[in-house]
């Protein structure tokens, strides 16, 4: 079956540095692939739609600047937190789908949990 | 806009019994698609089921059915024979067919506890 890699698991960081994220399609290619951010114990938040060779859509209050993404092959996504500050620390998912639009169901990622010390 | 809504934070269940899990959407669009995914405390999100609104027949996975009402537009998850292993976050998350908008939107939660 599909399957999606992110990577790292776990990162720690210093307050004001960058952090990036990986999110690469194992076994299959993805035109498109979504980020989200989830705080404990709540749903998953939509942060932007990653597509490759084009730039990324981002959802209404996310700050771009912020939140780089990059899609520049068929199977890797990044999402790079810059100047990264307490507040950012969060669990970051990834989900692609094999079949491009998602009618059978995204795959996710492991997910990424950022401490910002 | 589409809104997918979870009115039960939080639901438990005996070992071996069955529990239904409330999903209630609000949506214009006639065609979508409905799912069930599950992230359990690894927070790995897995799907657990899919439904399209066009076809009527419920879907079912094993242990897992939905009760599929489109014109109350209502998208229950039921669970058979509950297990340990069910223990999990379950999300119930709406697609809209619409070639520009792929994103999934995602209610709020049902955290299950299994008892054993």
């Keep these: 079956g599909a399957v999606v890699s992110q990577h790292p698991s776990r990162v720690i960081c210093k307050s004001g540095t960058s952090v990036k994220i990986e999110c690469r399609s194992l076994d299959f290619q993805a035109t498109t692939m979504f980020w989200y951010r989830q705080f404990p114990k709540q749903s998953l938040m939509l942060m932007a739609t990653s597509n490759e060779g084009s730039k990324a859509t981002y959802e209404q209050g996310v700050e771009k600047d912020k939140f780089l993404i990059n899609h520049a092959s068929l199977t890797l996504s990044t999402l790079t937190v810059t100047s990264a500050h307490p507040e950012d620390s969060s669990f970051y998912i990834c989900s692609a789908s094999q079949d491009g639009w998602g009618d059978y169901g995204y795959t996710f990622g492991s997910g990424t949990r950022l401490t910002v010390v | ?116």
């Design chain 2, 1 to 116: 806009a589409q809104t997918v809504t979870q009115s039960q934070p939080e639901m438990s269940v005996q070992e071996a019994e069955t529990v239904t899990l409330s999903c209630t959407y609000d949506t214009s669009e006639s065609d979508y698609y409905l799912f069930w995914y599950k992230q359990p405390p690894s927070r790995q999100m897995i799907l657990v089921i899919r439904q399209e609104a066009y076809k009527q027949q419920n879907a079912t996975e094993n242990r897992f059915s939905v009760n599929f009402q489109k014109a109350a537009k209502s998208f229950s998850l039921k669970i058979s024979d509950s297990q340990l292993g069910d223990a999990a976050m379950y999300f119930c998350a709406y697609r809209s067919p619409d070639s520009g908008t792929y994103k999934y939107i995602f209610g709020t939660g049902t955290r299950l506890k299994v008892l054993a």
